[in-house]
């Protein structure tokens, strides 16, 4: 009976010495540090994360990203729709940041490939912008950030609304090209 019992009891302290490991490994994930060294494929990713007050992690940016004039100092790593993975890599990214209608998604799959955490937001709306907003502020580790920015572009918004909602409407034309 004794023989049973220490087998009884070995296993015990083993499934709880895996638990253990197993609860820290989780606890470790939730207490991860949040990202230090940002690559940025958009400049309207950049303009959010200098708005947002990260601009100081900001570790490479596109050839495009111009404002705030901080942006201009920054590591260059191509253009938004071909930045250069091996100037990425070097940067040792903990998070990098792309919009998910220009990112090319095989670069996309290459950095994952390679290790890196990617991030893409969408732009496709003013709701998805204000989203977009509050979620890189999440992943920086400061919601509120994101929440009083939001509120700011909202108060805003609403100002302006208010200020022409009685003009009559006007027929626009909006050409893009080169």
């Known amino acids: 009976m004794s023989r049973w019992r220490n087998s009884v009891a070995v296993r015990l302290f083993v499934l709880s010495l895996i638990v253990s490991v197993w609860l820290a490994g989780f606890a470790h994930a939730a207490s991860a540090p949040e990202p230090q060294r940002i690559v940025s494929l958009a400049p309207s990713v950049t303009e959010t994360l200098f708005a947002l007050g990260f601009g100081n992690r900001l570790v490479g940016v596109t050839t495009y ?3 705030p004039a901080e942006a ?4 260059k ?3 938004f729709t071909s930045p250069s993975l091996e100037v990425i890599v070097v940067k040792r990214p903990d998070l990098v940041i792309g919009v998910s209608s220009a990112t090319d998604p095989v670069k996309v799959r290459e950095m994952e ?3 890196l955490e990617v991030a893409l937001v ?3 709306s003013v709701s998805d912008i204000l989203s977009s907003i509050k979620h890189i502020a999440r992943l920086l580790g400061n919601p509120e950030t994101g929440e009083k920015l939001v509120d700011k572009i909202t108060r805003q918004l609403n ?6 909602g009685a003009a009559p409407r006007r027929s626009t034309l909006l050409a893009v090209g080169l």
């Open 72 to 75: 201009l100092k920054l590591p």
């Open 159 to 164: 100002a302006v609304t208010k200020r022409v």
């Open 65 to 67: 990203c111009d404002y």
């Open 113 to 115: 490939r390679l290790g």
């Open 122 to 124: 969408s732009l496709a």
């Open 77 to 79: 790593i191509g253009g």
